[in-house]
């Protein structure tokens, strides 16, 4: 029989409201489904930041003709960079003011506005971002026609800083949502007047093609550290999977003792 003296002060606690050796079988298999749900949870979460998302909101013309776009990021946790071009059609609308949103107020920023149509925007943080989502840019317009806008993210580009697991500064891959200002008529954002950016996603680096010999030999396949992409060999995928582990050796060790409940009740 398991001494309850040896177990954790989790156990203790159960151990006072239950009786019966049936029910401290049930108290294990509690502890380790709590266990199981704690492993898998920073897991899937981690699995989730390996892209930041930039996304521009849908905005109508207000009644004194201007409209606020706001450019937001999510899963930006430990972002210490980014930098990005904002495409809008200058004969539809006037670019107002620009400023940073609430997400980046503890770093430094900078925007050109010199060239009609293009706003170029960066931001660096030598902390990093401890918020994982908010806004990023707030873009006031004064409107010249009732027609609209699309406004584009463009060349976004966004870094992370991991100092814990040494891993330092490393490439981020975003994705994108494009909005703009609506129509007066239709409500809708009209579209680009130039072809949507498309942002970069990893990719794995091709295979090398062995030489044909006249007698094939038989070959063992290789891995090489070229060969795996980069999101799959980043500090959080390799944390993920360790998660991942515990998970399933928490579930084993349930099983384990629902089965030994059984026995010792028969």
Known sequence: MRDPGSDTFLFHLISNLEIGNGMKHRKHIIIYGVLLLLLLVPAFSALGEEEIGIRVSNTPIGSDGRAAVTVSLTDCGGMDSVQF?????????????????????????????????????????????????GTAVILTFATLQDTGTAVLVTEAKASRYDGENGAGQYRAFVTVENGGITSAGSGLVPDAGITPWIPETPTPSPKPTPA???????????????????????????????????????FAGAVWILLSGRKERN
């Open 85 to 133: 071009d904002i495409w809008y059609d200058a004969s539809a609308v006037m670019l107002v003011d620009a400023m940073p949103g609430e997400l980046l107020s503890g770093g430094t920023y900078a925007f050109n506005t010199d060239t009609p149509g293009t706003i170029r925007f960066a931001y660096a943080s030598a902390e990093g971002l401890k918020e994982g989502t």
């Open 212 to 250: 044909p010999t006249e007698t094939p030999a038989e070959q063992t396949p290789q891995v090489t550290q070229e060969e795996i992409p980069e999101k799959t060999s980043s500090p959080i995928m390799r944390l993920a999977y360790l998660f991942g582990a515990l998970a399933v050796i928490a």
